[in-house]
C-alpha cells in the first residue's frame, strides 16, 4: 500500500503518521484494542479515534479510505467545507468501496453546511443512477418522501 | 531523470503524535503492524 505514490504523498501531507509495531509497543495495541494486521486507524488531533480500516486494501482502496479518514476528521470538527472536499475525492475513485460513502457523505457535509432539504433529494437521486445496489443508496431512500 | 517518490518518515511515539497532531491540525494515521522487521 504505502510504496504507492499517491498514498505516500497523500500521508505525508496531510497526516501525523506513526507505525506502531507489535514487539517494539504492544501497550499501545491494548490500548486501541488491535486485533488484526494490519490496522489503519485515524485520530482527530485531541486524540479520539475517526475511523480504522483492518486488513490489507490494493492502492486505490486504500488510497479511497485515507480521503475517507480526511472526511470523517473534518466532520466530526464540523468543517464542512473541508469534509465536502476530501469526501468528494474519496466519491472519484468511482471503482473503489469508498467511492459511494463517499458521495453520501459528500452530500451529508453539503447539507449541513447548508440546510437546505433540497440537496438530500438530490443525492437520492444521484444514488438511483449510480451504486444502485450498495448500503449507501438504500441510506438515501428515506430521503426521497 | 525519474525521481523516486518520497517515503513516509513515521514515528513511533502515539502520545508525541497526538500533540503534534494537535499543533498541526493534521489527524494521525497509526498504522500497526507485525511485519517481521
Known amino acids: 500500500m504505502y510504496p504507492a505514490p499517491a498514498v505516500t504523498a497523500l500521508i505525508d501531507q496531510q497526516f501525523v503518521p506513526v507505525r506502531v ?11 486501541f484494542g488491535i486485533r488484526w494486521t494490519p490496522t489503519v486507524m485515524a485520530l482527530t488531533p485531541d486524540g479520539k479515534e475517526v475511523r480504522r480500516v483492518e486488513g490489507y486494501l490494493p492502492e486505490d482502496e ?14 466530526n470538527q464540523k468543517d464542512w467545507k473541508n469534509a465536502q ?5 474519496a466519491s472519484k475513485l468511482e471503482n473503489t468501496d469508498a467511492a459511494p460513502e463517499g458521495l453520501y457523505w459528500e452530500g451529508v ?7 437546505d432539504h433540497t440537496l438530500l433529494r438530490q443525492i437520492t437521486e444521484t444514488f438511483k443512477k449510480r451504486y444502485t445496489n450498495t448500503s449507501w443508496a438504500k441510506r438515501t431512500i428515506v430521503w426521497q418522501k | 531523470m525519474a525521481t523516486a517518490a518520497k517515503e513516509i518518515v513515521w514515528q ?3 502520545d ?14 497509526l498504522d500497526f503492524t507485525a511485519a517481521p522487521q
Open chain 2, 12 to 14: 513511533h511515539d502515539v
Open chain 2, 16 to 29: 508525541a503524535a497526538i500533540a503534534e497532531s494537535a499543533r498541526t491540525h493534521r489527524p494521525v494515521l
Open chain 1, 21 to 31: 509495531h507489535i514487539k517494539e509497543n504492544p501497550t499501545a495495541w491494548k490500548r
Open chain 1, 62 to 75: 486504500f488510497l479511497g479510505q485515507l480521503y475517507l479518514d480526511l472526511g470523517y476528521a473534518c466532520a
Open chain 1, 85 to 89: 472536499h476530501w469526501f468528494d475525492e
Open chain 1, 109 to 115: 457535509a453539503r447539507y449541513s453546511a447548508t440546510h
